[in-house]
């Protein structure tokens, strides 16, 4: 059957519109799924940063020996996987007292007060058995059917040897999609103690569920809006194929070509009219608005995961800067050229403080001897790196006058420990340690660090 040169023409415009809209649905779709995924990739890491560095550790600590001494002595261990058995029941019923104890209840309510602000669907805390490459639970903060202590998890890797090998720098993101809890994207952060040692690893669960469900209906608008891109300009084709119908067609390609450096495109068009161009040119306006909508706020979790990653990098107590800082600071030295030096300052007698006063006041003697650090040092970065430890950086200026910044410290403390009218949890000190880098010798910061430590506990036997 021979077809009319209009019919070929609707035809190849209709194939080549379906093609078109095919192929920027399908674009357009990977690209807001791949930022929806980057997002909240980004935003549970840094959940999962976060508790890591909150999470009282003591506790934790307690808790973790608790349900490991049981799950070392199990003779036979039963995987998640058989939740709801006879088997998995009896189980798990070993470790039933440790909901009980008083370790179990404090990491449990720090979780689930984290759980309510950061507003994520479930933090946990695991621990992982690299032998036996398996996850152990040791608090579920889940409101719903949480896991309960000892219950076992396999690690799902292609190489769980190299991911476990590695787990210092946190377990990456990862998504699931289950028919009981749609999609879920989940990261993992080692959380450390203060001598840097590994104690458990703290987890998220974040549902995207929401987000999901958005992309698919705005997926669907945008399908629709194509497909009536097409209908619009097959009976155009057919009936009109003049001037007043091609420009406004123009018109509109060039405003959407245009839309990545000019956000106002389609509203700039101020096409009003009655007919189908009309209705698409609205539909394109509001498709505008909806999506400059929905990219500030990807745009405004994205800075509230800067906020948050930013937060890590502070000490709670003294809002110095802390160990995680510090740790970035020895990569950049380990980088550089220029001379630096490196002082330790160890406060003198926090023990006595607490036992005599309490942790209260042991905090108020650990701020008193930040302050007197931060003023002598006010040019340089102070980091506190541990209970009763202070690092302080010094360059350039402050490395030059660093003779006469570490008698004024010492001073300082003189001062201030000789004070009678300051209450006793006041009058502190601390042994101060320098030392400077050596690059003919191949010193890197770690090097200059111990050299400072060792001329720290040298000056901490005079207070002695």
Not at 77 to 82: A, C, I, P
Not at 218 to 226: C, E, G, Q
Not at 304 to 315: L, Q, S, T
């Amino acid at each position: 059957m021979k077809l009319s040169l209009t019919k070929k023409i609707v035809i190849l415009i209709t194939c080549v519109a379906i093609v078109i809209g095919t192929f920027a649905i399908a674009v357009y779709n990977k690209g807001l799924y791949d930022v929806i995924i980057d997002q909240y990739g980004h935003y549970s890491f840094d959940v999962c940063k976060l508790v890591a560095v909150e999470l009282d550790t003591e506790p934790l600590v307690k808790l973790r020996d608790a349900v490991l001494e049981i799950y070392d002595k199990a003779t036979n261990r039963v995987m998640s996987d058989q939740w709801g058995t006879p088997e998995f029941e009896e189980y798990v019923s070993q470790y039933e007292h440790i909901v009980e104890l008083d370790e179990y209840k404090a990491v449990l309510a720090q979780l689930r007060r984290m759980q309510e602000q950061l507003d994520v669907n479930c933090l946990y805390i695991t621990w992982t058995d690299i032998a036996n490459e398996c996850n152990v639970y040791l608090v579920d903060a889940a409101l719903e059917d949480p896991c309960p202590p000892g219950c076992i998890d396999p690690i799902f890797s292609d190489d769980p040897q190299t991911l476990l090998k590695n787990i210092s720098g946190g377990l990456k993101p990862t998504i699931s999609r289950t028919p009981e809890y749609g999609w879920i994207i989940a990261s993992g952060m080692p959380v450390f103690d203060s001598q840097g040692e590994i104690v458990a690893t703290a987890a998220a669960d974040i549902s995207m569920n929401n987000a999901m469900d958005e992309l698919m209906g705005f997926m669907r608008y945008i399908s629709l809006a194509f497909l009536a891109l097409t209908i619009i300009v097959c009976v155009i084709a057919i009936l009109v194929m003049n001037k007043l119908v091609v420009k406004p067609i123009n018109r509109l390609s060039n405003a959407a070509s245009q839309y990545k450096t000019n956000k106002n495109s389609f509203s700039e068009l101020n096409i009003s009219r009655k007919d189908e161009i009309g209705v698409l040119a609205d539909s394109m306006v509001q498709m505008e608005k909806d999506i400059d909508q929905y990219i500030n706020d990807l745009t405004s979790a994205r800075e509230r995961a800067d906020e948050m990653d930013k937060a890590a990098n502070i000490d709670a107590l003294t809002k110095v800067r802390n160990k995680r800082a510090y740790d970035v600071e020895v990569e950049r030295l380990n980088g550089c050229t220029d001379p630096y030096g490196i002082v330790i300052i160890d406060l003198n007698g926090l023990k006595s403080v607490n036992d005599n006063y309490g942790h209260e006041k042991g905090d108020i003697s650990i701020k008193t001897v930040c302050r007197i650090i931060c003023t002598v040092f006010k040019h340089s970065p102070v980091y506190r790196v541990g209970g009763d430890e202070f690092i302080v950086l010094l360059e350039n200026r402050d490395y030059d006058n660093r003779d006469q910044l570490l008698a004024n410290v010492k001073e300082s403390f003189r001062v201030n420990e000789a004070d009678d009218s300051l209450p006793p949890w006041e009058c502190v000190s601390g042994a101060v340690g320098c030392a400077v880098c050596d690059r003919e010798k191949g010193e890197n910061a770690d090097d200059v660090l111990k050299r400072a430590d060792e001329a720290m506990y040298e000056n901490k036997k005079t207070f002695k």
